[in-house]
């Protein structure tokens, strides 16, 4: 089959698009606002770009509350999704109004960062520390602005639970990240493919 998406006409019950790029990690993103309110929030748009310095983006679809909040600060952390938080990051998922704490939906404590002012979810087995370097908005090929803010940030201060480390490397077994796979499939290191609804949805 072809289809061209400017119709979007690929004939299929769900857009096949975020399938196709898949595995995605999962950024779940902490952050604090200027009145103090606490933010965590997953983002499947989300990825390392450079080792040196080391950098990282998440990209969210529309203006969101994390975007909102590292607009303000500057900073946030980057905590990793393992298969034993997946119902606490899916359930941080949630729509809900701006100064609403999602540690407390989902259960979680946060902590706050060593080097920035933002909070890391202490049950991650890992959990990255970071400084907004840019926000922007991409384009299309005409130049309009989508409605997407990609923010980047650069790693400051990394965290890992040393219940995870073995002969000298995180053994990724132990650790066992989840990563979004398009539609409602998740899959755990690749193997394990399960699904999730979100919260408010059916």
């Known amino acids: 089959m072809f289809y061209t998406t400017d119709t979007n006409r690929h004939g299929l019950s769900h857009d096949p698009f ?44 529309g203006h969101k509350h994390s975007v909102r909040n590292v607009e303000e600060s500057g900073v946030f952390t980057a905590n990793l999704v393992s298969r034993h938080l997946v119902d606490q ?9 701006y100064g609403v704490n999602e540690f407390e939906i989902a259960g979680l ?23 907004v370097t840019q926000i922007l908005r991409p384009v299309d090929v005409e130049g ?16 890992i639970d040393e219940t995870v480390i073995d002969n000298g490397r995180i053994d990724m077994g132990r650790a066992r990240p989840v990563a979004r796979m398009g539609y409602m499939d998740y899959c755990d290191g690749g193997a394990d493919v399960f699904q999730l609804v979100r919260p408010g949805t059916r």
């Open 89 to 97: 990051m899916n359930a941080s998922s949630a729509a809900v109004d």
């Open 109 to 131: 404590t946060p902590k706050p960062g060593k080097v920035v002012d933002a909070p890391y979810v202490a049950e991650a087995f890992a959990a990255l520390e970071c400084r």
């Open 144 to 159: 309009t602005e989508a409605n997407t803010w990609v923010v980047f940030g650069q790693v400051v201060g990394i965290h």
């Open 18 to 61: 975020k399938a196709i790029v898949s595995p995605r990690p999962i950024g779940w993103i902490g952050s604090k606002g200027r009145d103090g309110s606490l933010n965590l929030a997953p983002y499947s748009f989300f990825n390392a770009v450079s080792d040196t310095p080391k950098l990282i983006m998440f990209s969210s679809s």
